[in-house]
């Protein structure tokens, strides 16, 4: 099998500003500067009274979005929209209420590529509907259709990509852990990175979306051993410790719908390279800290150790790069991890099944190029040391 691109990007800064996507490192790489605001902007005007839902089709369900966003002339409101997915194309249904709108002449809608406005004109003035950056996937902005519906805005859109469900018109916490599950089909997710408490954080917050099991390493750990990871350290050391994470890591490793949270630093397995057999068993997330002031220097930080290869980290499939670090915006980090973890099985949607694979044939140490049935690692290995 061929060798498989991973790593995607996200860099999370101290500063709340709007979602932007990039490409970079020859790889689908994200961009996320939102750490202190929802992840998914979008805007409804607070003069739209709620829709009857007369005489309209049957849909999968009636959603109520609450609308966070950083502009201060854009208050926080809530209010009810219709939303169905019909695998080819997704419908929005939007209230029209009291505007009294009925003609198309006072209707604007723009929708391209992942984004959606939608205003009308009322009194010589317009009323934003929605506007939004952030759909939950990629649309065919050219098969565009709308039109009314008695005192509803009924707007059709093309998917890209049919095979994807849509839990929702925009991309939030909630429509990206419904979306991820479908697209996970169980794999496990680690957390790996620096910090012991930041990996926990991040973990727990996961497997409460996805409804997976929350497991850590430290726990496990000191479980086992009646004693704290610290005084282990030390009396016997970091290597002692790593080694000790590593069993606990292949006895995990043949576990499905699981986030399990690594130890940080030193003392953790996912630092040193040769170690890693058993985290390519799910999709591994580094979360990293950085001193990167902006995007251009966070993609270079990273194309620097995907380059260099000397950071065992950069074995990662996902990384999300984090200015600093606050427990309360967990689930901020958990939804930029989800979102890219989104966008890398959706680059190869085959990927939940390698990883099936790699783990029935035993966690080799062949990831990403899988090896035929019968392969022996250290034949291989004593092979290479005789030549």
Same mark, same amino acid.
């Given at each position: 099998m061929a060798a498989i691109a991973t790593t995607h990007l996200c860099f999370i800064p101290r500063n709340p500003t709007n979602i932007l996507q990039f490409h970079s490192l020859s790889k689908s790489t994200l961009f996320i500067p939102n750490i202190y605001a929802s992840a998914s902007i979008a805007r409804f005007s607070s003069s739209v009274?709620?829709?009857?839902?007369?005489?309209?089709?049957? %849909?999968?369900?009636?959603?109520?979005?609450? @609308?966070? &966003? &950083?502009?201060?002339?854009?208050?926080? &409101? &809530?209010?009810?929209?219709?939303?169905?997915?019909?695998?080819? !194309?997704? !419908?929005?249904? %939007?209230?029209?209420?009291n505007l009294d709108i009925h003609s198309s002449k006072d209707i604007y809608v723009d929708a391209d590529g992942t984004s959606l406005t939608v205003r009308v004109q009322r009194h010589g003035s317009f009323i934003t509907l929605i506007e939004t950056n952030n759909l939950f996937d990629k649309i065919k902005p050219a098969e565009t259709i709308w039109y009314i519906d008695e005192d509803q805005l009924v707007i059709n859109l093309k998917k890209q990509d049919p095979e994807l469900k849509w839990p929702d018109i925009v991309e939030s916490w909630e429509s990206l852990t419904a979306g991820g599950i479908q697209l996970l089909k169980?794999?496990?997710?680690?957390?790996?990175?620096?910090?012991? !408490?930041?990996?926990?954080?991040?973990?727990q917050e996961l497997a409460l979306g996805l409804g997976y099991t929350p497991l850590n390493t430290k726990e496990l750990l000191e479980t086992f051993t009646k004693q704290t990871v610290d005084s282990w350290l030390l009396a016997e050391g970091f290597d002692s410790v790593a080694e000790a994470e590593g069993a606990v890591l292949e006895s995990l490793s043949s576990h499905?719908?699981?986030?399990?949270?690594?130890?940080?630093?030193?003392?953790?397995?996912?630092?040193?390279?040769? *170690?890693?057999r058993h985290l390519y068993a799910g999709f591994t997330v580094w979360l990293s800290q950085t001193e990167a002031m902006d995007e251009d220097s966070a993609k270079e930080e990273a194309r620097r150790h995907i380059q260099d290869g000397n950071l065992a980290y950069s074995k990662a499939d996902v990384v999300v790069k984090l200015q600093g670090w606050d427990a309360d915006h967990a689930r901020s980090v958990a939804q930029a991890s989800l979102h890219a973890l989104k966008q890398l099985i959706l680059s190869d949607k085959k990927l939940?099944? *390698?990883?099936?694979?790699?783990?029935?044939?035993? @966690?080799r140490g062949d990831w990403p190029n899988i090896k035929p049935p019968g392969w022996d690692p250290s034949a291989e290995a004593h092979a290479s040391a005789t030549t």
């Amino acid at each position: 099998m061929a060798a498989i691109a991973t790593t995607h990007l996200c860099f999370i800064p101290r500063n709340p500003t709007n979602i932007l996507q990039f490409h970079s490192l020859s790889k689908s790489t994200l961009f996320i500067p939102n750490i202190y605001a929802s992840a998914s902007i979008a805007r409804f005007s607070s003069s739209v009274s709620p829709f009857k839902s007369n005489n309209v089709k049957p %849909l999968d369900r009636l959603c109520r979005l609450t @609308c966070n &966003t &950083t502009s201060s002339t854009v208050s926080a &409101t &809530t209010k009810n929209y219709e939303f169905s997915d019909g695998s080819y !194309e997704v !419908e929005l249904r %939007l209230p029209l209420g009291n505007l009294d709108i009925h003609s198309s002449k006072d209707i604007y809608v723009d929708a391209d590529g992942t984004s959606l406005t939608v205003r009308v004109q009322r009194h010589g003035s317009f009323i934003t509907l929605i506007e939004t950056n952030n759909l939950f996937d990629k649309i065919k902005p050219a098969e565009t259709i709308w039109y009314i519906d008695e005192d509803q805005l009924v707007i059709n859109l093309k998917k890209q990509d049919p095979e994807l469900k849509w839990p929702d018109i925009v991309e939030s916490w909630e429509s990206l852990t419904a979306g991820g599950i479908q697209l996970l089909k169980g794999t496990s997710i680690y957390i790996v990175g620096d910090s012991t !408490e930041v990996n926990q954080n991040v973990a727990q917050e996961l497997a409460l979306g996805l409804g997976y099991t929350p497991l850590n390493t430290k726990e496990l750990l000191e479980t086992f051993t009646k004693q704290t990871v610290d005084s282990w350290l030390l009396a016997e050391g970091f290597d002692s410790v790593a080694e000790a994470e590593g069993a606990v890591l292949e006895s995990l490793s043949s576990h499905v719908r699981a986030v399990v949270a690594t130890l940080g630093g030193q003392q953790g397995v996912a630092r040193r390279a040769d *170690k890693w057999r058993h985290l390519y068993a799910g999709f591994t997330v580094w979360l990293s800290q950085t001193e990167a002031m902006d995007e251009d220097s966070a993609k270079e930080e990273a194309r620097r150790h995907i380059q260099d290869g000397n950071l065992a980290y950069s074995k990662a499939d996902v990384v999300v790069k984090l200015q600093g670090w606050d427990a309360d915006h967990a689930r901020s980090v958990a939804q930029a991890s989800l979102h890219a973890l989104k966008q890398l099985i959706l680059s190869d949607k085959k990927l939940p099944g *390698k990883k099936s694979l790699y783990i029935r044939l035993g @966690c080799r140490g062949d990831w990403p190029n899988i090896k035929p049935p019968g392969w022996d690692p250290s034949a291989e290995a004593h092979a290479s040391a005789t030549t």
